[in-house]
Structure formats: structure tokens, C-alpha cells
């Protein structure tokens, strides 16, 4: 039975009696797939009509079988007193349901699927208008999307790989490749223990080249994302066309499906590599690691306008341009400009979205469609493009959420993540380790932690798909060039 059928069913039976008799001023349950479900999942009978229909049906099936147990969905009129006596009176409305969401005439218009995914999702704080304006239009596409396809053989082969080499791209393309494969037919579990031994693996990888990549020379390549505005200087005269594509939240795989959506529009990389994301992989650090070309600091407020001064500051007046997607606004480039930033946001918010692989592949596909617009009219310009992203992401389990002790000792808005910790003091940041022990797998520097498997500091036993820790699938990140 599914958690929303299971909640609705809950609310029309509470109560004493073995029959309710259920008033539905929004007329939920008297849709057809509402009705279907609740007759299959009751173990009780489910009877929808008039005060006049449901006497009918009590006089004949119950007056004899008081113990009997039914759902009497009443949808004009008044039962009589001697069968409300006898019965559990409740209104139902299908907004009730959504205490946290704002727009409650949208919800009780929204179709039982709809409704059933969003329950599902159990989003938490206020859910504005425009919110859930986006949240339905994300399922929808969704629903939309390209049917499942068997993938059985995909499944053979990603759990067979061994040995991999993290230095060579096309071992993290195959694994993408094979990745998006498995999670298309729906059988992303029964690769899942492979992934964990992938990402322990590269862990090893990690210890060993993290720390020289963030200092190495980036002239032929940046080793990570600190690196990639010494590229561009050292690489690039300033009357050649270079835009900065920053695609925030896209993993590895997510850019496989942008490059076969480009590959149709006859746009090809010629050169593709990955790098480090900025660990712990959260935008507020790596991002600003990419346009400052430097160190991050904790202390930096993330916002279009420091990335835009910042990005602006390397380069001559009237050179550059920052352009901050909205996904509504046409790109609108400057005559003269010779490097262009453009930063995209719509990804990461469709993958915060997501609860599952699954979700996130289509929602990722439709997307695509959508953003190669952006790639197409840059290379028209004249631009040579700079892909990448800030970090990509990982479908997380909960471990446990930070106690208020260890919420007191962390270090401002940016520390407390679900894959990342960074506090004031060492004497926290050590204690900390103590308390989380060996229960989860993290890398641990000075003030701040990055799980490394994946689990995340949030309730125990809750699934999200998230970033900040040292995942491959998050600090394994594309670098590209068209």
C-alpha cells in the first residue's frame, strides 16, 4: 500500500465504529483513481452516493452486520440519526493532507498521481505558490518522459567492472554511460553495492591526488575547479571568444545525457576531461573557487552579484559579461564581449527535487532538450564553451541529523549541510569525530567533514539526492570543452 492511500485511509476510518461516514467538500474521493485504489487497499467495503443511495446500501448489507466495516463517502443529503449514531462523522479535504503548502484550491484541483508523488516526497517547510507551481510541473514532465527500456545486459556489465583507472576519463564516461542505462530500466538497487565499491576505491584516488591537484599547474589542464581561471588566462588570447558554461549540481552522468542532446544538434566536445569539485561540494565553495581562481573562503556570502564582480574583475572594462539563467530570459550578449559566464541553476533545483534516480534521469533528459538552446546560440556567437559545474550529487541515506550542541559549534549558514560539516573550533570539529565514529565513511580536515559514502547528516533512514561530501559522483566533475 502506498504512504498516501495509506494516510487517506487512515483519515476516513479513525475513530470507534467499524462504519464512516465521510462528507468530501472538494470531491476528491470521488474521482475515478481515487476510487480504484481506496476499493483495492480497504479492507473494507468503499460506497460513494446520495444520503438516499447509502440507506439503501446500509439497510441491505450492514443493519444485520453491525461489525461489518465500510467507508460511506456521501455525496448529497444527510444520513439520519439512527445511522450517524452508529458512525464515525468526518469531512475530509484532500488540502489537509499538505498543512505546509500555501495554495490549497491548487491541491484539491491536482490529480491523484500528482498528489501521490508529492506526499511522497514529504517536503518540508512553507510551500509557496510559485514552488508548487514547479514541483508539479517537474512531475508532469515526468510523466511525460520517454518509456523504460530493458536494460538487463547494462547491469551485467557495470557490475563487472574492476580495477578502475580514475586518471583516464573514459572511466568515469563508462561508468556514466553504463549508469544511466541501469537507472533507465529501474534497476538502479541491483547495482548499488557496485557503486559503493567503485566509490570506495576512488576514495583511495582521492587521498592520494586531491590535495597536489588543488596546487598543480593548470596551463594544459585545471586538476581542479580553483584551476580554471589561471587556464583560461594562460591558454587564451583576450580577443578570442571564451564562455564559461557552469552548470550547477550536474554530475558526470547528467552531462552525458547534455552531450547526446548536443551531439543531435551537431554540436561536439573536442576535448573532454574531468576534475575536482571543491571539497566539501558545496556551491557557496566551489563556485566561488571557480570565478575567484583561488582558495575559497568560509566567511563568503554566494550570491549572482559577487560571482559577476568577481568574474568581471579579471578581465578588461567592456570584455567580459556574466549572464545568471533564469531559464526565461533569452541570452543577450554584449558586442565586444570576450568572456562570458554563464551560470545555470535549473538543474541543481530539479535534482534537490528528486528522490530518486529515476526521477532525476527524466527530469535531467527534458532539461537538456531545453538548455542546448544555450549551447547552440553561444557557438553561433562565435564562442569557444567551458563546460563544467560546481559539483554534481549522490542519492543519500540518513545517518542521523546534528544534535543542538553540535548545530551550536558549527560555522554559520554554509556549515551545516547533509553531506558536510565545517565548525568554529577544533575542539568541535574533534569531538565530533569522536561521536559519529566509524558508523559512517568521511574525510576529515581540520574544521570540516565530507562523508564519503552515502549516507547524510539529516533523519534517520531518509533518502534525497544532495551533494557536499566526497562522493565520485560528486567531485568527479566535467570539464569540457566545444
Known sequence: MSEFINEILYSLTRGFHPLSIVSNPDGFLAHKEVLQELKRESRGEIVVGTAIELRVHYEIHLRRNPERSAVYILTAGEMLPDISIRANKIRFKIAELFPNFVDKATISQLSFSVLSKLYDKHIQGIVTSSRLHDLVSDL??????EPIKDFGEAVDIFNAIENPDWSDVATIRRISELFVKVVESDRYDEIADTIDYLNFDFQHYLDDTYWNSINANPLLKPRCVNGILRHVRDNYELNEKIALVVVDGMAFWQYGVLRDELERIHVHPIQEDWIYSWIPSITSLSRQAIF??????????????????????HWPTNASQYFYDNGVEPLRIANGCKRFALVTVALDEKMHNSWSY?????????WAKSFTKRIKQLKNAGFEIILTTDHGNVLSKGHRPFSPIEKAHLYGKASRGHRHAIFLQEDASNQFAKDIGYSIRYLHKDLWFAIRDNHSFTSTGRVEITHGGSHLFECMIPFVKF
Open 140 to 145: 508532469n514532465d515526468i510523466q511525460s518522459a
Open 292 to 313: 575567484g581562481g583561488e582558495y575559497p573562503l568560509f566567511d563568503y556570502t554566494q550570491s549572482p552579484n559577487n560571482e559577476k564582480s568577481t568574474w568581471q574583475s
Open 358 to 366: 529515476l526521477e532525476l534521469l527524466a527530469l535531467t533528459k527534458l
